[in-house]
């Protein structure tokens, strides 16, 4: 397991207060970086705004990124990250409430690797929290930062 | 003319017979002209080659003689150194030329002759008389005086001409001692020259000759008969082969005639059955105008109401048009509404169950059971809620979905989706009888939505059978052919059925049966946008069967 950043990009606190919670449970020890809009996401990723002057060496290991998010949503912020050279390649897992067709179709279309609907189960949630964990932060082998 | 025409031969031979007898008379009248012309001619020249003959004589002979003292007279045979007289000379040449001739004559006459002469040279009978008295009377004429009478038997032309005294004459005759007269003069008639010729030897003579000529006529008329007869012959064949070709075309003609009878009494017959059918006609064509016409007034409504209820179909149109837009903008105001509680409604649920699950975690030491089963049925409550919206999106979202129609097979999916569901329950032995090729044309993902369903329900209200059974198949239902899935599970109350297919409509109780009641609701939905039907028969406790077209 790396010891790169999660960044979770999540509006709504109860929603971040039960992923952390999922993820402690699953013993995820990760640091994660949380973006409450699109735009704070945009801002870390790319060191702008309240994020200016930060090390853009250090991308997140993985992004769980809502798509219904004040501002800029999800979408947009997927299209922008995998228009840039420098987070194109980034591991994207949408983690969202929605299982609408419209937006599984047009994630993927822009690049999303993953789509996973929240379960309100949270033993179900937790259980697919500790999946992706799995699966993203330990099988699954990125990117070279420099390509 | 018409009796030309109708006695043609008579007439033609009576003509003929007319020109014979025509030519007959003319001959005749020829021949006497020709025996009276040559008799004339015979008198003329007998007459002047004597005269000439004693001119002659006298001038060149006697008075040459004389005047060597030879004398002339009568009596010249009885003395020797005589010459005759030329009277004598005319008397003896007249009696030898006639010689050999019976019954011509030529002599001199007068009535003053020599002496010796009186008893022959003087005028013996009445002709000779008158024919004196005509030349004393017209002394200069040329012309011969004559008559035909009879002479000793014979017809015959008697012909005088005249002897006058010539210079040569007229010295002797008034010298010489026997002459009886001695005031002769120059040009005075002294005697007659008279030729008896008869007539009848020249008609022998013609006779002879016209004997050939009526021959000929004789032979013409043969031969005119002759060529007659073959004309008649020839015309008469003719006639009969005219007559046989008149009889042959008359026949013909008769036939043609009957044939043209039978076929004018054909066309008659035609003729009246034709106006017959034309009065028939023409009262149909009546009737149907009638007809027509009542029709038109009836169209003619029919045209006012259609357009009547064309103008309402327009107004219903655009009301529609109107709907329609209407539709759209709910349906898409729908649309954003199950985005909207696909997102929101979820996440507080999340939040309930979730901080539930955590107070049951952190603080369990801190809760007594009864605490503890309070919070399990918030949680509960939460995920029944997370499930009711699911399908209540499911349901909005087969409300909107399009349908991609193919023919597919059935029986598969039915064996498909019996097998998901003894995979999910693998324990339980239920008895599954699918029919074998049953196809419908339909949206598959829909119909296997139906199959789903209906099956799901079976598979649930078997749950408390002995010897669970599932049926699926296509058959004969109340004359209709129809699709059917059938269970012996805990059926239902016929009561109820037009419950059975309401959203969120519930027979069995929930602690039962679980289920959030929009499973038949969906189906109904399907089946309906398909176009076709669904209906159900259930007996409590035996059973339930679900029919549907498509």
Known sequence: MTNKAILLVEDHPDDEELTMRALKKNNIKNEVVVARDGVEALEYLFGTGAHAGRDLSQMPQIILLDLKLPKIDGLEVLRRLRADDRTKFLPVVVLTSSKEEQDIVKSYQLGANSYVRKPVDFQEFSQAVQNLGLYWLILNESAPERV | ?550
């Not at chain 2, 003689?65 to 004598?88: C, F, M, T, W």
């Open chain 2, 1 to 550: 003319m018409e009796l030309l025409h109708r006695h043609t031969i008579l007439v033609l031979t009576m003509l003929f017979g007319l020109c014979l007898i025509v030519i007959y008379l003319h001959i005749s009248q020829l021949k006497t002209q020709m025996v009276t012309a040559m008799a004339f001619r015979g008198s003329d020249i007998y007459t002047r080659a004597l005269n000439e003959m004693r001119i002659w004589y006298t001038v060149e002979v006697v008075q040459r003689l004389h005047n060597q003292g030879i004398k002339a007279s009568a009596e010249y045979r009885d003395y020797q150194g005589e010459i005759p007289l030329p009277a004598v000379l005319s008397r003896d040449l007249g009696r030898r030329l006639v010689a050999g001739r019976p019954g011509e004559r030529l002599h001199l006459l007068s009535p003053y002759p020599f002496n010796p002469e009186k008893k022959s040279g003087g005028l013996t009978d009445d002709f000779q008389k008158e024919a004196w008295k005509f030349f004393t009377q017209h002394p200069d004429s040329n012309d011969p005086f004559y008559r035909f009478e009879q002479v000793d038997g014979r017809e015959s032309l008697r012909f005088v001409k005249a002897d006058r005294m010539q210079k040569e004459c007229v010295e002797c005759h008034n010298s010489h001692p026997d002459s009886p007269k001695r005031d002769w003069q120059i040009g005075q008639v002294g005697g007659l020259l008279e030729v008896v010729y008869p007539v009848d030897s020249l008609e022998t003579i013609m006779g002879m000759s016209w004997q050939g000529t009526y021959g000929l006529m004789g032979m013409l008329v043969v031969i005119w008969m002759g060529g007659f007869g073959l004309v008649v012959i020839k015309l008469g064949r003719v006639a009969r082969e005219l007559e046989e070709e008149v009889r042959d075309r008359t026949g013909a003609l008769q036939s043609a005639n009957k044939h043209l009878e039978s076929e004018i009494h054909d066309r008659l017959l035609a003729e009246d059955t034709l106006r017959k059918a034309k009065d028939n006609l023409e009262k149909r064509v009546q009737e149907r105008t009638g007809k027509l016409a009542a029709s038109n007034a009836e169209l003619i409504r029919e045209v006012a109401e259609r357009k009547r209820a064309e103008e309402d179909i327009r107004k219903l149109n655009s009301q529609l048009v109107q709907r329609s837009a209407q539709l759209e903008a709910s349906n898409k105001e729908l649309e954003a509404f199950s985005y909207s509680v696909s997102h929101d409604l979820r996440a507080p649920l999340r939040g309930i169950d979730g901080f539930s699950q955590a107070v049951l975690e952190d603080y369990d030491e801190k809760l007594d059971e009864s605490g503890r089963n309070y919070l399990h049925k918030v949680r509960t409550a939460s995920q029944r809620m997370s499930k009711l919206i699911d399908a209540m999106l499911n349901l909005a979202r087969l409300t909107r979905a399009e349908i991609h129609t193919q023919t597919f097979d059935m029986s598969a999916v039915a064996r498909a989706v019996l097998e998901d569901f003894q995979k999910m329950e693998p324990d339980r032995k239920v008895e599954c009888i699918v029919a074998n090729n049953v196809f419908a044309t339909a949206d598959p993902q829909l119909l296997r939505a139906v199959l789903e369903n209906l099956i799901g329900n079976a598979w649930k209200f078997t749950q408390q059978q002995a010897h669970p059974r599932i049926e699926f198949g296509y058959g004969q239902y109340k004359g209709q052919a129809a699709y059917f899935v059938s269970d012996n599970g805990a059926g239902f109350d016929m009561t109820y059925v037009h419950k059975l297919f309401g959203a969120f409509q519930r027979l069995h109780a929930y602690t039962e049966y679980p289920g959030v009641g929009v499973g038949l609701a969906t189906v109904h939905r399907i089946i309906q946008r398909h176009g076709g039907q669904i209906w159900a028969e259930g007996v409590v406790g035996k059973g339930a069967t679900f029919h549907f077209t498509l």
